[in-house]
């Protein structure tokens, strides 16, 4: 498995890449904890990500959890298809497209 790589620019701009399983999330969660408290919104770039499965998916919906609870708005921008139909079978697409 690829390591997942979250980079975090300015005024809230990240980009999430590699593989998004239940062996990279947690440390991605780990590292974006900081981030999350900021005063930005953010911006979430997944282009870079080459392979996700649902504990991908539970990662934004953390996110999404986190950014609320701080007051912030979180959105996710070029989610891959194979994410997109997770998040369908979930139903979880319209949550994540309205993110923000």
Avoid: H, Y
Avoid at 14 to 37: M, N, P
Avoid at 52 to 76: H, N, T, Y
Avoid at 80 to 100: F, K, N, T, V
């Amino acid at each position: 498995m690829v390591d997942a790589v979250l980079e975090t620019g300015d005024q809230g701009r990240w980009r999430l890449s590699g593989e998004l399983g239940f062996g990279t999330v947690s440390g991605i969660l780990k590292d974006s904890r900081a981030g999350l408290s900021d005063g930005d919104d953010i911006e979430v770039d997944l282009s870079g990500v080459t392979r996700a499965d649902s504990a991908g998916l539970a990662l934004l919906v953390e996110w999404l959890r986190a950014a609320e609870r701080a007051g912030r708005s979180i959105s996710f921008v070029n989610m891959p298809a194979q994410m997109q139909s997770i998040a369908r079978i979930c139903g979880l697409d319209e949550i994540l497209e309205s993110s923000g």
